[in-house]
């Protein structure tokens, strides 16, 4: 069965510092979609990034930058330099076989930076 | 720009009142969802739709309903709402067909139960 992991419940950093949120991930499909969703107080989840199950490159975005890697089943996200505004919760997620549409979102990380 | 729509923001019922939730996209996107996140916790699906065909959950309660009229609206209605639905209510959309395209997410309705 598919599942993701969050192993980290909450973080708390200190502005300007670099944090990195785990997420780990099971599942028999070969082909399959991982995504970070962001969740800012305000309560809407924010789309951050997409990877197929075939492209193992590492992503960079700004100050955000993601992990992927098949030999251990995880897609990590990297913030440099973090910023207040950064505090949110932080959801990665599995999609579902092929067809179903769905998506097995794992419990979150809620990251606090502190001024 | 091209969003999804959720009305309204906050809406307070009573126990057993019936209650209707609404959103709407301007994406133009083939599926519609639905999920109820409780506090501190993931996103839980509902049902959605791909295009008109229904797909409910096999633990979402029959109290919840939904209705897609056309392609951009889509309704979720509990019947008798309870304490224990008091929530936030999201609406998503994506594109179709495959389970590679990303949901865009309203900004949810927060329900409260009296």
């Known amino acids: 069965a598919q599942k993701v992991t969050q192993a980290q419940t909450e973080i708390s950093v200190v502005e300007k510092e670099d944090v990195t949120l785990d997420c780990v991930y099971e599942?028999?499909?070969?082909?399959?979609?991982l995504f970070w969703y962001k969740q800012p107080p305000s309560g809407e989840l924010v789309f951050l990034i997409r990877r197929n199950s075939f492209d193992e490159q590492n992503e960079i975005s700004g100050r955000y930058s993601w992990n992927f890697q098949k030999s251990t089943s995880s897609f990590n996200f990297t913030i440099t330099a973090s910023q207040v505004v950064d505090s949110a919760v932080y959801f990665c997620?599995?999609?579902?076989?092929?067809?179903?549409?769905?998506?097995?979102f794992g419990t979150g990380t809620r990251l606090k930076v502190l001024a | 720009d091209a969003m999804v729509i959720q009305n309204p923001r906050y809406q307070v019922t009573q126990f057993g009142k019936p209650v209707t939730l609404s959103c709407s996209q301007t994406l133009n996107h083939n599926v519609m969802y639905w999920y109820q996140q409780k506090s501190s916790q993931a996103p839980k699906l509902l049902f959605h739709?791909?295009?008109?065909?229904?797909?409910n959950e096999a633990d979402t309660p029959d109290n919840f309903q939904s209705r897609r009229p056309n392609t951009s609206f889509c309704f979720l209605d509990i019947r008798s709402p309870g304490l224990g639905d008091a929530a936030m209510y999201l609406c998503?959309?994506?594109?179709?067909?495959?389970?590679?395209?990303?949901?865009?997410f309203g900004p949810g309705t927060r329900l409260t139960v009296t």
């Open positions: 599942t028999r499909d070969t082909t399959y979609y």
């Open positions: 739709y791909y295009d008109k065909d229904f797909n």
């Open positions: 997620a599995l999609s579902e076989p092929l067809g179903t549409y769905k998506y097995i």
């Open positions: 998503a959309t994506s594109r179709a067909p495959g389970t590679g395209f990303e949901q865009y």
